[in-house]
Nanobody, 116 residues
Framework: QVQLVESGGDLVQAGGSLRLSCAASRSILSTNAMGWYRQAPGKQRELVAAITRGGSTNYADSVKGRFTISRDIAKDTVYLQMNSLKLEDTAVYLC????WGLGPQWGQGTQVTVSS
């Protein structure tokens, strides 16, 4: 069993910044990719950003230039730096990891609320 523990969600004003963390209980080098998703009330879960084992990244168009995904391999942790936050970024943010032999695993989520 693999655990993914997210942290860093908070209430922040529009224009502000937050950094989310996702700590894995297993080496993140044993994944094909890790990503951050988000789900707002009444909306479908959407991919926000992802990073492959090789370090390639991709982003949803809505966050390009504002969000950055990164990782610390030594800490088995993936981060999501979120800048210039907008009201529409309000959602539960969930960490996802595609571990070899286990398939996709999910964290419990962390709430990000952006206020005006």
């Amino acid at each position: 069993q693999v655990q993914l523990v997210e942290s860093g969600g908070d209430l922040v004003q529009a224009g502000g910044s937050l950094r989310l963390s996702c700590a894995a209980s297993r080496s993140i080098l044993s994944t094909n990719a890790m990503g951050w998703y988000r789900q707002a009330p009444g909306k479908q879960r959407e991919l926000v950003a992802a990073i492959t084992r090789g370090g390639s990244t991709n982003y949803a168009d809505s966050v390009k230039g504002r969000f950055t995904i990164s990782r610390d391999i030594a800490k088995d942790t993936v981060y999501l730096q979120m800048n210039s936050l907008k009201l529409e970024d309000t959602a539960v943010y969930l960490c996802n990891a595609d571990f070899w032999g286990l398939g996709p695993q999910w964290g419990q989520g962390t709430q990000v609320t952006v206020s005006s």
